[in-house]
C-alpha cells in the first residue's frame, strides 16, 4: 500500500466517523456536501486540513486530460485574504483558488487563462477580473486589460468566429473589468486610460452591432463554438445577424460604465446621451426576449429576414440581467425559480442539443455558476444559492483543482476541452466567499457589504488580512440570513460602508439577524435534450422536410410565424414567404428552427468591372486553382483602398426589401483569426447600414456564401446602392479587409 492510498485510508475512515452524523449542506440527486465532505455515487472527496484535499474519484474510461486526486497548498499565499470557517473544506476550497491564482500570474505580471491555455483572453480575463481578480490581482488585471487595446486604441476581440469582431462582439465586457480595477483601486489615471477606448469601442459598435430596435447583434457571450449553441446550418454571418440576450446586457451595462467615467472626470454633458443608450438595449432585452410563459429571457434570436426566439434560458444572461438590474426585482425572483436546474447544477444553456458533444452544450462551467449563485443572492433566492454554490465545490472537491468545465449528464470532465487551474473558475470560487458570504462589493468612493448566508451554513467566519487601498480588514461574520443585526467598526456601530479613504488595520464585525429568508422555488430538472432541426427545401410547390424520429409535432413557420402545426412532412407553400419548421417533442420541448427556404423571386444585379483573378496586395497568398463558381462574368475584389461598388436597383413598387450580398472570404478559417471583410451600404446617398463577410475557411476562394440581410424601404422607381469601406469598418485586423463581391441579390418582402 502507497503512501497516498495510507493517507487517504486514515482521512477517509476518520471523515466517515466525522460525518455520520454531520448534517446535509447540500444534496441532490447526484451529489451530497455535508460536513467537510462531497459524496458522489461511490466517490468521496474530503479536507484534512485548510490546506488539503483528497479524493477518490475517477474520471471515464481512456479520458486525456489528466485527473488530479490530491491538492496541496504549493504556494505562498500569505499576503492574500484569510479564511477562517469552520467548515475545513470550504476553507480548503478557497485556499486552492489562491494557489491556482498564483499559479496563473504569469512572469510578465498577466494573467494566464488557464493550464493548458497560455495568454491573456479579452473575455477570459474581463470575466475573472470581475469575479475576483480586480481585488485579489489589480496589477497583473491592470497590464493583462491594457494588453487587450489595439494600436487603434479599441478593446480587442481577440476570439470568436468567421474572423472575430463583429460576428463575436462581446469584448465590451472589457469595460466592465477595467471600471472594476477603478474602483478597487481609486487610480484616476487609469480611469482617464480607460475612457477612450470605452467610448471609441462602444461608438465603432453603435454603428455596427446595434440593430435598429436596440438589441445587439453577434454572438452568445463566451459561447463561442458555432454549432456547440446554434443550429447547424447557421454561418458565421448568421450569427452575426442575431442578437444575444448576454451581449446586449454587457453592452447595456458598458454605456452605463462609460457614464459613470464621464461624470467623474467631469465631461457630465456626454453621460445622459450613455444612460439613454444604455435603456434602450435594457428596454429592447425587456421588450424582445422576455418569455412570459418560461419566466426567463431567451436565448438569442436568430434567422434571416424574420428572426425567431431561441427559448432556451441561458445561465450567465439569466445572471447577467439580475446583476446589472436589466429584470425587474420580480422578474429577478422568477428567474431564479424558473431557469432549469439539473442535479448538477445550472446548464450553460437548457435544453441541450441532441447531435453535439458536451462543451459549452451540456456542460456546467463553474464560472459561470458563480454568477448564478451571486445573482441568486441578489434576488432572495436562499435554496438556488446554496444549489449553485454546491455546483462549484462539487467538482473542485472531487477533481482537487479549479477545472473548466463538466458534462451535464454525469458531472464528469470528458467534454471537448477541458483545463486544470483555470483562471475564471477559480476566480468564480473566490468570489462565492467574498461577494455572498461576506457580502464585499466594490463602489467608485467605497466598500459596501450585504453578506447573504443560508442557514445550512450559518457559522461565525473570518476573512483576515484583507488589503483594500493603504487599509488592511479583518472581517467576521457571524450567523445567518441576509439581514444586517449589527454592523461595528473597530468596535463602533457603523453603517455597512467603509469610505475609500479608510487607513491602517480594521475589524469589521458583522452580525446578522438570523433571519428566515423569504422561500423560493428551485426548478429541479432532469437534462433533457431537445429535438434535432429538420432539413428543409422547397420543391414542387411544397416545403418537405426530413422525418425526426420520436417527434411530438411540427411546427411550420412563414415569415417567422407559425401558420401549422402538423405531423406530416410537407407543406403548400402557395403564399410567397420565408418557410422554416421546428420539431416539438412529445413533452412540449422545442428545437431548433430549420434554415429559412424564400419561395419569393429575387432579383440579381450583377456588378460591372468584373474580373476573374485576385490582384489585392491585402492576400498574403494566391489561391491554388482557378476561381470557379461565381455568377455571370467573374467578381469585384473588394480591399480597403478599391473604389466604392455603384449599381442600379429599379423598385417596382413601394414596399420593403430585402438586400444581401454573395461574396467570398478566403482570409482565414472559419473558427478563428481576425479579417472578417466589413463594408457600409448606402442607397441613394443614405447610410442603411453595414454588411459583414466573415471568413469561409482559408484560401476558400470558391466557397461562395451570403452576407447578412437588410432590409431597406424603398420608394418605386430607380435607386443606386453603393458599397465602400468607412474608417468604422476597420476590423481587429486593421490590414486586412479583403473579400470577393460576386452579385447583390434583392427580394422584395
Known amino acids: ?86 467548515n475545513t473544506l470550504h476553507a480548503a476550497i478557497y485556499n486552492m483558488g489562491l494557489d491556482e491564482m498564483v499559479n496563473a ?47 487603434a486604441g479599441v478593446i480587442i476581440q481577440d476570439t470568436g468566429s468567421g474572423g472575430a469582431w463583429p460576428v463575436s462582439s462581446d469584448r465590451e465586457i472589457w469595460a466592465l473589468a477595467a471600471y472594476e480595477v477603478y474602483k478597487v483601486t481609486g487610480d484616476r489615471k487609469w480611469l482617464e486610460y480607460i475612457y477612450p477606448v470605452i467610448k471609441k469601442s462602444l461608438d465603432d459598435d453603435a454603428l455596427t452591432v446595434l440593430s435598429d430596435d436596440g438589441l445587439i447583434k453577434g ?80 436565448m438569442y434570436d436568430y434567422g434571416r429576414n424574420f428572426p425567431v426566439l431561441n427559448p432556451r434560458a441561458e445561465t450567465l444572461g439569466e445572471s447577467l440581467a439580475i ?61 438556488g444559492t446554496l444549489e449553485a454554490i454546491g455546483s462549484i465545490f462539487r467538482p473542485a472537491a472531487l477533481f482537487a483543482t479549479n477545472k473548466e468545465n463538466f458534462v451535464l449528464d454525469n458531472g464528469d470532465i470528458a467534454t471537448e476541452l477541458n483545463s486544470s487551474n483555470m483562471l475564471w473558475c477559480l476566480a468564480g470560487n473566490l468570489a462565492l466567499t467574498n461577494r455572498i458570504l461576506f457580502g464585499i462589493n466594490f463602489e467608485k468612493d467605497g466598500l459596501a457589504f450585504a453578506p447573504f448566508v443560508p442557514k445550512a451554513l450559518a457559522a461565525e467566519r473570518i476573512l483576515d488580512n484583507f488589503t483594500y487601498r493603504d ?82 409535432r411540427y411546427k411550420v413557420l412563414r415569415d417567422g410565424k407559425v401558420v401549422a402545426e402538423t405531423r406530416q412532412t410537407t407543406f403548400p407553400v402557395d403564399i410567397p414567404g420565408e418557410y422554416q419548421v421546428i420539431g416539438v417533442s412529445g413533452d412540449g420541448v422545442e428545437g431548433f428552427a430549420s434554415e429559412p427556404r424564400s419561395s419569393r423571386a429575387r432579383t440579381v444585379l450583377q456588378i460591372p468591372g468584373e474580373g476573374t483573378a485576385i490582384k489585392s496586395a491585402e492576400v498574403s497568398y494566391a489561391p491554388e486553382e482557378a476561381l470557379a463558381g461565381f455568377l455571370g462574368d467573374g467578381f469585384v475584389e473588394l480591399d480597403q483602398k478599391t473604389a466604392p461598388v455603384t449599381l442600379s436597383f429599379n423598385a417596382p413598387a413601394d414596399g420593403i426589401y430585402s438586400v444581401v450580398l454573395r461574396y467570398a472570404n478566403g ?67 486593421l490590414n486586412t479587409n479583403h473579400a470577393l463581391l460576386d452579385a447583390v441579390i434583392i427580394e422584395q418582402l
Open 1 to 86: 500500500m502507497n503512501s497516498f492510498i495510507k493517507t487517504f485510508a486514515i482521512v477517509a475512515a476518520a471523515a466517515v466517523a466525522h460525518q455520520a452524523s454531520a448534517a446535509d449542506i447540500v444534496q441532490t440527486k447526484a451529489y451530497r456536501w455535508h460536513g467537510d465532505t462531497i459524496t458522489q455515487a461511490g466517490y468521496m472527496a474530503t479536507a484534512p486540513s485548510p490546506f488539503e484535499i483528497i479524493s477518490t474519484y475517477s474520471a471515464e474510461p481512456g479520458y486525456g486530460f489528466p485527473i488530479d486526486k490530491q491538492w496541496k497548498l504549493r504556494n505562498d499565499i500569505s499576503s492574500y485574504p484569510r479564511l477562517t470557517t469552520p
Open 105 to 151: 500570474v504569469e512572469p510578465d505580471t498577466t494573467l494566464r487563462t488557464g493550464r493548458e491555455w497560455a495568454g491573456v483572453w479579452t473575455r477570459d480575463v474581463s470575466y475573472s477580473i470581475l469575479l475576483s481578480m480586480a481585488y485579489l490581482q489589480p496589477e497583473a488585471s491592470r497590464i493583462s486589460l491594457e494588453k487587450k487595446v489595439s494600436p
Open 219 to 298: 454572438e452568445t457571450s463566451f459561447i463561442d463554438w458555432r454549432e456547440q449553441s446554434y443550429p447547424k446550418w447557421m454561418q458565421t454571418v448568421d450569427i452575426y445577424n442575431s442578437r444575444a440576450l448576454s451581449t446586449s446586457i454587457v453592452h447595456a451595462q458598458a454605456l452605463r460604465v462609460l457614464a459613470d467615467i464621464a461624470t467623474e472626470l467631469g465631461h457630465k454633458k456626454e453621460a445622459p446621451a450613455y444612460i439613454e443608450r444604455a435603456e434602450a438595449i435594457e428596454k429592447a432585452v425587456n421588450d424582445k426576449l422576455w418569455l412570459d410563459d418560461k419566466g426567463y429571457y431567451a
Open 323 to 383: 446583476l446589472y438590474d436589466v429584470a425587474s426585482p420580480e422578474r429577478a425572483r422568477t428567474i431564479t425559480e424558473s431557469n432549469p436546474t439539473t442535479p448538477f447544477g445550472a446548464a450553460i444553456f437548457f435544453p441541450q442539443i441532441a447531435d453535439m458533444p458536451p462543451y459549452h452544450n451540456n456542460a456546467l462551467w463553474p464560472w459561470v455558476a458563480a454568477y448564478w449563485a451571486i445573482a441568486n443572492a441578489k434576488a432572495g433566492n436562499e435554496q
Open 471 to 552: 487599509a488592511k480588514l479583518s472581517i467576521t461574520v457571524k450567523g445567518y440570513g441576509n439581514q444586517i443585526k449589527s454592523f461595528t467598526l473597530n468596535g463602533k456601530e457603523h453603517k455597512p460602508f467603509i469610505p475609500a479613504n479608510i487607513k491602517g488595520d480594521n475589524k469589521i464585525v458583522i452580525t446578522m439577524a438570523d433571519n428566515d429568508i423569504e422561500p423560493l422555488k428551485v426548478n429541479h430538472t432532469p437534462n433533457v435534450k431537445a429535438p434535432l432541426t429538420p432539413i428543409t427545401w422547397i420543391e414542387d410547390g411544397m416545403l418537405r422536410w426530413n422525418p425526426i424520429e420520436y417527434i411530438g
Open 667 to 733: 482570409n482565414g478559417p472559419v473558427n478563428t483569426e481576425n479579417k472578417c471583410a466589413i463594408r457600409t451600404l448606402s442607397v441613394d446617398g443614405n447610410r442603411q447600414g453595414v454588411v459583414v463577410m466573415p471568413h469561409r475557411g482559408v484560401a476558400n476562394w470558391n466557397d461562395w456564401g451570403f452576407s447578412n440581410y437588410l432590409q431597406l424601404p424603398l420608394k418605386a422607381g430607380n435607386h443606386t446602392i453603393t458599397i465602400d469601406y468607412r474608417p468604422e469598418n476597420a476590423n481587429m485586423n
